[in-house]
Each structure stands twice: as structure tokens, then as C-alpha cells.
């Protein structure tokens, strides 16, 4: 964990006037960007949300002080219509994913997250993104998440409430009652807030499921620590199924009509092993902006080194 002291000043020609959570996300994507991002990177993901948009901002300003090496091209690759158009009003390019070269990984990619526990796992999708999102991460050498403080926790499901489902249409109620029986509590199909305009929709045209359960998720150390499988089979004294981050990702995802889950996690198996060493679903770096004007990060090394002594 590490904690830089308040910067005063901002890279930026017009400083917006925010409040102070959108403050917060600024400077932590300001750091991220000064720390993970280079002008001679040649592919670069760009994730979804209001808080990614400081991102670009911070890449757009970087790139403007630091122009990229020989008239090399920077290439950025969306997580949606909404990631375009926030890469384009940048004035940067887009390159979409399925034009990459073969075999080609990104040099990095960054993504907001809607929570975020002590090992990095993240819960994705409460802006109705994540297939995208995933594809790019898992193609990322490296994927680095922009958060604020209040995402900050120590297991997931604490302040974020549910677990955001991307299902195909005509499968939704079979999905529905299929959550139900892993230990969702009142699944829902996420509809506009303008009822009569009907269930929201994903850039895949699919229909997002947010599916709440009554306990935090468990992280592999709390596995480890209380000796529980977290496959849903043991429960609290309430009753209620206790699941681990890892095997309630794969029970969601092994449901027909499932296209991804908005939990981003270690992978397992061939996954893994396609992710090659670098890459993969959880970030190497979390940048939280405080709301003291502060930024601390939390890194996959020092989650490394907590786990081995504790
Ligand atoms: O579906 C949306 C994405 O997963 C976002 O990255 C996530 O919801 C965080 O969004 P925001 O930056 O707006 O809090």
C-alpha cells in the first residue's frame, strides 16, 4: 500500500470545477496514468465509466507534453460505444478489439470498478459493461484499475450490492431462477429507469442481471484462514450459502444463457494458461483517490506479500 502526499497542481489546460468524489477519481487517474502509462505504448485498453474518463484525460495530456517516439501511432481499444466516443472526444484512435493483430497483447489497459476487495478481486458492471471489459483485461499485459475510496473494501459485496449478470435475452427468467438457487437473494433484471422503455441493454445487445447475496464474498485467504471450500455447500448460522469470489464467478458462469460475470478474478486452468504469465482479469495496481485530495494504490505485490505472511 502506498500513500502519495497531495499534489496542488493538475496537468491540465482547464481544470473542471468537481465535487469531491469526482475529484478524488481524477487524481487517482492522473497517478495511474503517470505510473503505468508511456507515450511509446502502441495498444492500450480503455475501460468503461464515469471514472475512466479522467483516464483519458490523463493519457490525452500526457501524450500531448510527451509526443510518442518517431510518428508512432497510439492505438486505443474500447469496452463499448460509450469507451469510443470518450477515446474520439479525446481526439485519440480507437482500434477495435477484433482488428488487433493475432497474438498482439496491449501493452496495458484501465478500467474503473464498482468495488474492490483487499486481494483485488473487483465487482464490474453496474454501468452495464463487462464482456468488453474482460476481453480487454484478459488481452492486457497489464490491467490497472482507477477507483475512489468509497470502493475500497475488504471483501466484496459490502457497499456494492449485487453482482452484475451479462445473459442472453431469451434466457434471462431460466437464469433468474437458476441465481436463485445458488443463494441469490431477489435477482433482478435490470430495466430503465423509465420502466416502459424496457430491460437496459449491453453493446452485445444482451440483458444485465444483478444478482444480490446475503453474505460478502470470501477472498482466498478467508478460505484458507476459516478452512471452507466457498463452493456454496457450507452456510452461516443464518443459513445463508457461503461463496468464494473464484467458485461463485465459475457456478454463475456455468449457467445456460450466461455470457460473463461481473467479477473480475483469478482465472483458473486453461485460462490461465492462455493469459500467458502476464495479463488476466484481476489488475496489477488499484489507484484510490481519497477524499483528503490523496491517492493510495494497492498493488498485486503487496497483496503477494501479505499472503505469504500471513
Ligand atoms: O459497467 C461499467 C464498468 O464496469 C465500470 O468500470 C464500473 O461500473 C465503474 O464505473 P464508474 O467509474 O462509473 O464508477
Redesign the pocket.
Known amino acids: 500500500m502506498a500513500t502519495t502526499a497531495p499534489e496542488p497542481a493538475l496537468p491540465a489546460a482547464k481544470p473542471p470545477v468537481l465535487d469531491a468524489i469526482e475529484a478524488a477519481?481524477r487524481k487517482a487517474a492522473f497517478q495511474a496514468v503517470k505510473e503505468h502509462f508511456s507515450s511509446d505504448m502502441q495498444f492500450v485498453g480503455i475501460?468503461?465509466?464515469?471514472?475512466?474518463?479522467y483516464g483519458v484525460e490523463a493519457i490525452s495530456a500526457h501524450l500531448k507534453a510527451n509526443p510518442p517516439p518517431n510518428g508512432q501511432m497510439n492505438w486505443f481499444v474500447p469496452?463499448?460505444w460509450n469507451s469510443r466516443k470518450v477515446i474520439e472526444q479525446a481526439g485519440l484512435i480507437p482500434i477495435a478489439f477484433d482488428s488487433l493483430p493475432a497474438a498482439r497483447q496491449l501493452d496495458v489497459c484501465f478500467?474503473?470498478?464498482?468495488e474492490v476487495d483487499e486481494e483485488l478481486n473487483c465487482?464490474?458492471?453496474?454501468?452495464?459493461?463487462?464482456f468488453q471489459?474482460k476481453l480487454v483485461a484478459e488481452r492486457s499485459k497489464k490491467f490497472v484499475c482507477?477507483?475512489?475510496y468509497r470502493?475500497n473494501q475488504k471483501r466484496l459485496l459490502t457497499n456494492w450490492p449485487y453482482v452484475?449478470i451479462e445473459v442472453a435475452p431469451i434466457a434471462h427468467a431460466s437464469v433468474l431462477a437458476n441465481l436463485k438457487l445458488l443463494g441469490s437473494v431477489n435477482p433482478k433484471l435490470r430495466e430503465h429507469s423509465l420502466a416502459k422503455t424496457g430491460p437496459v441493454q449491453t453493446d452485445q445487445s444482451f440483458y444485465i442481471i444483478d444478482a444480490p447475496f446475503p453474505t460478502q464474498l470470501l477472498t482466498s485467504r478467508d478460505l484458507r484462514v476459516r478452512g471452507l471450500k466457498g463452493d456454496g455447500t457450507e452456510t452461516d448460522e443464518k443459513g445463508n450459502k457461503l461463496w468464494g469470489i473464484v467458485q461463485l464467478a465459475f457456478a454463475i458462469r456455468s449457467i445456460t444463457g450466461v455470457l460473463e460475470v461481473?467479477l473480475f478474478q483469478e482465472m483458473n486452468g486453461i485460462e490461465a494458461q492462455n493469459a500467458g504469465k502476464t495479463g488476466g482479469q484481476k489488475p496489477v495496481a488499484v489507484y484510490f483517490g481519497m477524499a483528503d485530495g490523496s491517492v493510495t494504490s494497492r498493488t498485486a505485490e503487496d497483496v503477494e506479500r501479505e499472503l505469504s505472511s500471513s
Open positions: 477519481k475501460g468503461s465509466g464515469s471514472t475512466i474518463v469496452t463499448g478500467d474503473g470498478a464498482d465487482i464490474k458492471g453496474g454501468g452495464a459493461c463487462l471489459e482507477i477507483a475512489d470502493k452484475p461481473g
